[in-house]
Nanobody, 114 residues
């Protein structure tokens, strides 16, 4: 059984920073890629950033230049460094691990006040 657990969300003022972490545990054959997605109230879930086991990255247009995704393969953990946060970044942030199929975490709330 695979578990995906996010941490690091919270309340921050506009212009501030937060770092999210996502750890996977359990019987993990091989992680193809991990990523962060977010969903604001009334909006569809959208890509924030993805990273492959080899380190290739892909970012959503709205976060390019502000957010950085990184991975510690030895710990099966992915991080999201979020800088220059804006109120429109407010959302529930979900972590996904693709191990041949997708495993999702429960989400962590990020709130950016103006």
């Amino acid at each position: 059984q695979v578990q995906v657990v996010e941490s690091g969300g919270g309340l921050v003022q506009a212009g501030g920073s937060l770092r999210l972490s996502c750890a996977t545990s359990g019987r993990i054959p091989s992680i193809n890629y991990m990523g962060w997605y977010r969903q604001a109230p009334g909006k569809p879930r959208e890509l924030v950033a993805e990273i492959s086991r080899g380190g290739d990255t892909n970012y959503g247009d709205s976060v390019k230049g502000r957010f950085t995704i990184s991975v510690d393969n030895a710990k099966n953990t992915v991080y999201l460094q979020m800088n220059a946060l804006k109120p429109e970044d407010t959302a529930v942030y979900y972590c996904k691990a693709n191990l041949g199929r997708d495993y999702w975490g429960q989400g962590t709330q990020v709130t950016v006040s103006s």
